[in-house]
Structure formats: structure tokens, C-alpha cells
């Protein structure tokens, strides 16, 4: 009796190690990882949008009504808005936040 105790004992010991080291490194992993910007999708809603490299930059591509544009943030002054153009210019870049809708 005693021996199967001792036994059971082990296996769970063993058991529950075995779960925390595989468990402990995702979780460690999950702390350290970065989550990716927040999009917004928009349409171009002007006609003849530049994109462009910078804010106020120089033009990269050109936007027609109807693209599509991933917004990921905005310019401190909230005139221009930086993500991915579809259409197009498929391409990352900044486009003035008025011509989106």
C-alpha cells in the first residue's frame, strides 16, 4: 500500500512539472511578444489621392475613390493618416485623413 502511494505520489509530482515547463515558456513568450498596430479600414472617398513617403512628402503612389486604405495611426497634428494602400499603390504610406472615409 505504501509503495503504490509513493508511486502515485511520483506520477503527479511529475505530472504537474511537466505541465509548468511546458506551460511556463508561452507564457513567458506571451509577455514579451509586441501585438501589432490597430487598423482601421477606410475608403478613399476623393478623387486623385497622393500617397506619400512622409506627411506633406514626396508622392509614392496615387490613390483613386473607392481604394482601399489600413489605417494604422495618425499624424500628431491629425491632418494625415500612415497604413497600407490597396489599389493602386499597394503600399505602406501617408495620405491626407480628410480624403478617407
Not at 500500500?1 to 515558456?25: E, N, Y
Not at 490613390?63 to 489605417?71: A, E, I, M, R, S
Request: net charge negative; aromatic share 8%.
Amino acid at each position: 500500500m505504501f509503495a503504490r502511494a509513493t508511486r502515485t505520489v511520483a506520477a503527479g509530482a511529475l505530472a504537474a512539472g511537466l505541465f509548468s515547463a511546458l506551460v511556463t515558456p508561452v507564457a513567458a513568450h506571451a509577455a514579451t511578444t509586441s501585438v501589432s498596430p490597430q487598423t482601421t479600414r477606410r475608403s478613399v472617398c476623393a478623387q486623385d489621392v497622393y500617397l506619400r513617403e512622409t506627411p506633406e512628402g514626396v508622392s509614392i503612389g496615387l490613390l483613386d475613390q473607392g481604394d482601399t486604405f489600413d489605417q494604422e495611426r495618425l499624424s500628431p497634428s491629425g491632418e494625415w493618416a500612415y497604413g497600407m494602400a490597396y489599389g493602386n499603390a499597394d503600399k505602406h504610406g501617408w495620405v491626407m485623413e480628410s480624403a478617407l472615409c
